[in-house]
């Protein structure tokens, strides 16, 4: 991959198809429609790292890295393969879904998400996580950097966030930090969060990308989020495949391993 201004982004296009709404339970079919965007920021900061895979390369495998919903620690997993469902041991089901499309995912289908999307939780005692462990991780294909865009919120407790200018932005109760490096638009890449006893990492593409301070406290009342804040907006716009929350703080070898490295 080769870093870049922040400028060449704009050449990158995400088209996804939106076939038929993630409640149908009769699987995906194609409408035929096409939803484009490109990233319009033109400005940046001279040390700031940008992924651009080069001409047939991708910002990962070309094959799409195991992935399991009994992995230890897990407490929520998201594979999107036909179901909006946790598949975890919790087993939640949405409490509201509004606007989602059943599209090629990173691994088999994924979930892209629009402005007017909604995949919401009520609150569950599966999303209080350990004040000093915790985890949060999944492969993205984002459309637009102009606003911030929450990947998973874990409200008032931990979140994985895209800020505006397209980084990797970790948020809890007690801290946050944001990576470095500026993603790009219209392709996957895997990114990550995790608090490990007090300190709080931000990964990109399997790679520690910011180190800051972070803690959860507990919020029994509490819903939590895919691809947008709870209770509502900074809604992400693009897809996204393989989430998973866990219990426990994955080590640096675990995240790289399941963003393919």
């Known amino acids: ?16 198809a939106f076939g038929c709404s993630a409640e149908q339970a009769s699987g995906p079919r194609s409408s035929g429609t096409t939803d484009s965007s490109t990233d319009d920021e033109s ?25 399991s919903c009994s992995d230890p620690g897990v407490a929520l997993c998201f ?55 915790g985890s949060i991780e999944a492969w993205i294909q984002r459309s637009s950097s ?3 865009a929450v990947v998973f919120d874990d409200d008032a ?5 895209i800020d505006a200018g397209g980084h990797v932005w970790c ?8 990576a470095s490096t500026v993603l ?27 180190i800051g301070i972070g803690g959860i406290d507990p919020s029994p009342m509490s819903a939590a989020a895919i691809g947008g804040n709870a209770p509502s907006g ?15 703080a994955r080590t640096p070898e675990e995240i790289a391993s399941a963003a393919g490295k």
């Open 79 to 133: 594979s999107f393969d036909g179901t909006s469902s946790d598949q975890s041991p919790a087993a939640l089901a949405p409490s509201e879904t509004a606007n989602l499309a059943f599209v090629a995912g990173r691994r088999g289908q994924a979930i892209a998400f629009g402005p007017d999307s909604a995949l919401r939780f009520a609150p569950h005692p599966a999303f209080d996580l350990p004040s000093g462990a």
């Open 43 to 67: 400005e940046g900061a001279a040390d700031e790292d940008v992924l651009v895979p080069q001409q047939g390369e991708a910002i990962g495998p070309a094959s799409a890295p195991p992935f």
């Open 146 to 148: 102009s606003t911030d």
């Open 234 to 248: 900074e809604p992400f716009v693009g897809i996204i495949d393989s989430l998973r929350v866990f219990r426990v």
């Open 157 to 161: 407790r931990f979140s994985l966030t």
């Open 171 to 178: 948020k809890s109760s007690k801290g946050e930090v944001r």
């Open 184 to 210: 790009p638009v219209g392709q996957w890449v895997h990114v990550a969060c995790v608090v490990d006893a007090g300190t709080m990492r931000a990964y990109a593409a399997g790679i520690v990308d910011g």
């Open 1 to 16: 991959m080769t870093a870049v201004g922040r400028g060449a982004l704009c050449g990158f296009l995400l088209i996804a």
